[in-house]
């Protein structure tokens, strides 16, 4: 599929969500094949680290600036390498021992992620569900403590 958006030709594969860009624009792809909207790479960022974030070049970063700087998006599919005790929570990945994923959706605008600390109700080496239940969306979990537990709210 190859769009044209700011005077640039992107290529852009929807089944990898992966871009090919030039110039100084970042292309932000909204979700699927949804026509995205280029902005200005950053030309600085500051040093804030937070969990990994998964971008559409099957990089990883340490925040969203980085990501743009480097002329791409999120990536809410995951896609990239995760690391061991690391697992993929949409675009960034969480540790499975500490956190679970908290997916959201929103129906006016894309989905968010987060990676909340576990309560103190889970066992740190063998979380469950179980130790959820009483969170939000709660009995809206999937996973184990191997692959890490996920909560997603409607």
């Not at 950053?42 to 990994?52: D, M, Y």
């Not at 576990?118 to 130790?131: D, E, I, N, Q, Y």
């Amino acid at each position: 599929m190859v769009i044209r958006v700011c005077r640039e030709v992107i290529v852009y594969d929807s089944r990898l969500n992966t871009e090919l860009l030039e110039d100084r624009l970042t292309r932000h792809t909204g979700a699927g094949d949804q026509t995205g909207t280029c902005k200005p790479r950053p030309e600085v960022c500051l040093l804030i680290a937070g969990p990994p974030l998964c971008a559409c070049n099957g990089k990883t970063y340490l925040n969203e600036c980085e990501v743009n700087a480097a002329g791409s998006d999120l990536n809410a599919r995951g896609t990239c390498e995760v690391p061991s005790g690391l697992f993929a929570c949409g675009y960034i990945q969480c540790d499975a021992q500490t956190q679970y994923c908290l997916h959201e959706h929103h129906p006016s605008g894309p989905d968010t992620f987060s990676c909340p600390m576990l309560p103190a109700t889970c066992s740190p080496h063998h979380p469950t569900c179980g130790c959820l239940a009483q969170e939000p969306c709660g009995n809206s979990c999937t996973g184990d403590a191997t692959a890490g537990l996920t909560l997603t709210c409607p």
